[in-house]
């Protein structure tokens, strides 16, 4: 642990976060279902090595009462007026647009970090990025002691060149998707900035709104977990995916269509995408969880029998990757579908720590609970393990084999 004490504010715009909260919090301003909706998010840490992240608690408490003072700026405003999806009554919104602390509940539960954002859809929503930002920051300040800068500097280098190496990477990209967990704010920038002059032809963008305008990056991101849970409670929880899939189109009409399809699994995601309505009007699918091997050939197989031609389709990885594992990808998948990969954390906290693996995800809806199931067991998270399981229950998965990941 070391002594060393933040005397900065790590967040000084509501922008430095990702741009799927904004697209996210478009949408549930402009449907009726989530006018009068509540909402409780959770924090988890999924590191194993017993990493005690209470004494952070104080910074983390006086981080978050600095971001309930900022607003967005005109210049911010006025850079996302100019996206053709962002309305003007949204920018209006977010013109008056502030966080409140009365909706953060943060204290110590033995070495854990209890905390819980509890409050209105639109006012809280977008407190989960700019907590895991901090969580993440100042466990490299204060955990860690901060990082080796030609170390991380070496790092960044050997995977640039890991890439070059390749020589033909045509229809090879990614995107940085590493905001919530990296090392600094600061060296973000500076992995941004080596990214779009060293691989100009691979690297297509970021997910941070702030980046992607100071820097003049394109914005990347469409949905998260959160649209297709928050459906749970406004609708047949069997119908739930479908209306999250409706919903998303109601809103963008064809753009940013990108779906997500890991929170009730890949196999009831192909039983509720499979109609050409869905399969033409997105123009391809987000893995997140499990095999993505596995993933993919499922992708490719819906889309031919769709009688789509999968080569007009994009599918986008984002899973615990790094830059072999993206490679790999891509070579199992090149020239029989577009592929892409949001990195994160082995982009922006490959510095010589070890890393948080931290989420804070969302666990009810107007006081019910909610889930997601994914591909992989260990990534659910809800409190309620009979819902988790009846939900299983209705997407056609065996409710034996989920279980409660703390």
Same mark, same amino acid.
């Given at each position: 642990?070391?002594?060393e004490?933040?005397?900065?504010?790590l967040?000084n715009?509501?922008?430095?976060?990702?741009?799927?909260?904004?697209t996210?919090?478009?949408?549930?301003y402009?449907?009726a279902?989530?006018r009068?909706?509540?909402?409780?998010?959770?924090f988890?840490c999924?590191?194993k090595e017993?990493?005690?992240?209470?004494?952070?608690?104080?910074?983390i408490?006086k981080?978050?009462?600095?971001i309930?003072?900022?607003?967005?700026?005109?210049q911010?405003?006025?850079?996302?007026?100019?996206?053709s999806?962002?309305?003007?009554d949204?920018?209006e919104?977010l013109?008056?647009?502030k966080?409140?602390m009365?909706?953060?509940?943060?204290?110590?539960d033995?070495?854990?970090?209890?905390?819980? =954002? *509890?409050?209105p859809l639109?006012?809280?929503? #977008?407190f989960?990025i700019? /907590? !895991?930002s901090?969580?993440?920051?100042?466990? &490299?300040?204060?955990?860690?002691?901060? =990082? *080796?800068?030609?170390?991380?500097r070496?790092? #960044?280098a050997s995977?640039? /060149? !890991?890439?070059?190496?390749?020589?033909?990477? &045509?229809g090879?990209?990614?995107?940085? =998707?590493?905001t919530?967990r990296?090392?600094s704010?600061d060296?973000?920038?500076?992995? !941004?900035k080596?990214?779009?002059?060293q691989?100009?032809?691979?690297?297509?963008?970021?997910?941070s709104?702030?980046?992607?305008r100071?820097?003049?990056?394109?914005?990347?991101?469409t949905?998260?977990?959160e649209?297709f849970?928050?459906?749970?409670a406004?609708?047949?929880l069997?119908?739930a995916?479908?209306?999250?899939?409706?919903?998303?189109?109601?809103?963008?009409r064809?753009?940013l269509?990108?779906?997500?399809t890991?929170?009730?699994?890949?196999?009831s995601?192909?039983?509720?995408f499979?109609?050409p309505y869905?399969g033409?009007l997105?123009?391809?699918?987000?893995?997140?969880?499990?095999?993505?091997f596995?993933?993919?050939?499922?992708?490719?197989?819906?889309?031919?029998k769709?009688?789509i031609?999968p080569?007009?389709?994009?599918l986008?990885?984002s899973?615990s990757l790094?830059?072999p594992?993206?490679i790999?990808i891509?070579k199992?998948?090149?020239?029989?579908i577009?592929?892409?990969?949001g990195?994160?954390t082995n982009?922006m906290?490959?510095?010589?720590?070890?890393?948080l693996?931290?989420?804070i995800?969302m666990?009810?809806v107007n006081?019910?609970?909610?889930?997601?199931?994914s591909?992989?067991?260990?990534?659910?998270?809800?409190?309620?393990?009979?819902?988790?399981q009846?939900?299983a229950?209705q997407?056609?998965?065996?409710?034996?084999i989920?279980?409660?990941?703390?």
């Amino acid at each position: 642990m070391s002594n060393e004490k933040i005397d900065r504010w790590l967040i000084n715009s509501l922008m430095d976060i990702d741009f799927y909260k904004i697209t996210m919090l478009q949408a549930f301003y402009h449907a009726a279902e989530f006018r009068l909706v509540n909402v409780q998010w959770k924090f988890a840490c999924r590191n194993k090595e017993g990493l005690d992240l209470t004494p952070l608690i104080p910074e983390i408490q006086k981080q978050l009462e600095h971001i309930c003072t900022l607003s967005f700026s005109e210049q911010e405003l006025d850079y996302l007026a100019k996206l053709s999806f962002i309305k003007p009554d949204f920018i209006e919104f977010l013109r008056i647009f502030k966080l409140n602390m009365k909706f953060i509940h943060l204290h110590c539960d033995g070495e854990n970090i209890n905390l819980r =954002f *509890d409050g209105p859809l639109l006012h809280v929503s #977008l407190f989960e990025i700019y /907590a !895991l930002s901090i969580i993440s920051e100042l466990h &490299t300040y204060i955990n860690c002691g901060g =990082f *080796d800068l030609f170390v991380a500097r070496e790092k #960044l280098a050997s995977k640039i /060149a !890991l890439l070059k190496a390749e020589g033909d990477l &045509t229809g090879f990209n990614f995107i940085d =998707f590493g905001t919530r967990r990296r090392a600094s704010k600061d060296w973000q920038e500076e992995v !941004l900035k080596t990214l779009k002059t060293q691989l100009p032809d691979s690297f297509l963008g970021t997910s941070s709104v702030h980046f992607a305008r100071t820097l003049g990056l394109p914005a990347v991101g469409t949905m998260a977990h959160e649209w297709f849970q928050s459906w749970q409670a406004v609708t047949r929880l069997a119908d739930a995916q479908i209306a999250a899939l409706e919903g998303w189109v109601r809103e963008y009409r064809g753009r940013l269509g990108i779906a997500l399809t890991d929170c009730y699994s890949m196999d009831s995601f192909i039983r509720d995408f499979s109609d050409p309505y869905f399969g033409k009007l997105y123009d391809g699918l987000r893995h997140d969880s499990g095999c993505p091997f596995v993933w993919g050939e499922k992708a490719i197989a819906l889309y031919q029998k769709m009688e789509i031609d999968p080569l007009n389709k994009t599918l986008v990885f984002s899973d615990s990757l790094d830059f072999p594992r993206m490679i790999e990808i891509w070579k199992r998948f090149r020239g029989r579908i577009k592929v892409s990969f949001g990195i994160g954390t082995n982009l922006m906290n490959d510095v010589g720590n070890v890393p948080l693996s931290i989420v804070i995800k969302m666990i009810s809806v107007n006081g019910k609970p909610v889930a997601k199931i994914s591909d992989e067991p260990g990534k659910s998270m809800c409190e309620d393990l009979g819902y988790l399981q009846y939900l299983a229950s209705q997407y056609g998965i065996d409710p034996s084999i989920v279980r409660i990941s703390k």
